[in-house]
């Protein structure tokens, strides 16, 4: 990234992601400063985005012809899945990881989570994807995997054994605990739920005492649309319940789950919930860029912090005849749309 910049335009400042006319001052990659100014120039800066869940291994498989349920597919450790993974050479599979994190940066994804299979070896080859890349990953590891990484990526409670003690080890090593529960239906939420993960992934089939849990808790959730249409454990809006998630309170994040299946671009993930539901664009906004809280050093832009900031250019399209800037951007924005990206 560029370490001193100085840029101008329309700003969505703060976690509030308020529109503001404004000159930013970035300084060996800190915001130094945020001026406001009169007639800027007509450009849009925005938080960079963060991806909340991946299994970007799974590229080695993508658009691959396949069959079957989900349990069939994904599921450790015979699913369809983890039979390409374990078959694929390291060589190959950290080149796939490595153009998928490539591609993301393109987008304007500054980070992403990912539950990142095949223990030790499979994390080491996810770093070794990352290594020189701007856009830097949050890993969840697996099979032991989780003992050298950031925490703990479980697929479900029903699909493991010794999975108390498990967590117990991990949480002594310092790690956080992310929990795959409610995709296909909501038998295995509650028991996730007693783990008090740090984070819970899809809650397609969450029920509302569910997640009344998850706001009083402060429990995040992030949420896959687009993966659960195409993977058939949903046709509808109201799966995930993802206006109830906000009206209860709950933080919501966005994923774009599994690349097999699914392009891991937030701009489509967003566009495509603004379609399904009548949440507000800002709200849609909040959750492509809000899972970097799970960073710990979350991208609002703000004096003091570090910069991680996209700047669309709506003057090389007709975005520049947009009378909504928030409705515009997450619904028709893309990568072709990004003059620059700082990160």
Not at 119 to 138: F, H, I, K, N, Q
Not at 186 to 210: F, K, M, Q, V, W
Request: proline share 5%; net charge negative.
């Amino acid at each position: 990234m560029e370490n001193n910049a100085s840029i101008e335009g329309f700003a969505f400042l703060g976690d509030e992601l308020s529109l503001q006319p404004v000159r930013i001052d970035i300084e060996d990659g800190i915001i130094r400063s945020i001026e406001e100014v009169k007639n800027p120039r007509k450009r849009w800066i925005l938080p960079a985005l963060f991806n909340a869940h991946t299994h970007i291994g799974d590229t080695v498989a993508m658009d691959l012809p396949v069959d079957g349920d989900l349990e069939s597919i994904v599921s450790p450790p015979d699913g369809l899945k983890h039979r390409i993974l374990r078959a694929t050479e390291r060589d190959a599979l950290v080149s796939a990881m490595h153009a998928t994190i490539g591609f993301m940066e393109q987008t304007g994804c500054a980070g992403f989570a990912d539950f990142r299979e095949g223990g030790v070896e499979g994390v080491d080859a996810l770093r070794e994807a990352a290594d020189g890349m701007s856009t830097r990953p949050l890993i969840f590891g697996r099979e032991g995997g989780e003992l050298i990484s950031d925490g703990y990526g479980i697929s479900s409670v029903r699909d493991l054994h010794n999975l108390e003690s498990d967590i117990e080890t991990a949480r002594r090593a310092g790690r956080r605990i992310a929990i795959h529960a409610g995709e296909r239906d909501s038998d295995d939420i509650e028991g996730a739920l007693a783990y008090n993960p740090d984070l819970l992934i899809h809650c397609t089939h969450a029920r509302r005492n569910d997640l009344r849990r998850c706001a009083d808790e402060g429990i995040p959730i992030a949420i896959c649309p687009r993966s659960n249409w195409i993977l058939g454990v949903t046709r509808s809006p109201d799966h995930p319940p993802v206006c109830e998630m906000i009206d209860l309170g709950c933080r919501v994040f966005l994923g774009t789950d599994n690349a097999m299946f699914v392009q891991p671009d937030l701009w489509r993930e967003m566009a495509f919930l603004s379609e399904i539901t009548t949440l507000s664009a800002r709200t849609i906004l909040e959750m492509g860029i809000g899972g970097s809280a799970l960073t710990k050093d979350p991208y609002w832009i703000e004096e003091g912090k570090r910069a991680s900031i996209i700047e669309i250019n709506p003057e090389r399209s007709n975005l520049i005849c947009s009378r909504d800037p928030v409705r515009t951007v997450i619904s028709r924005g893309g990568s072709c749309h990004l003059d620059r990206i700082l990160f």
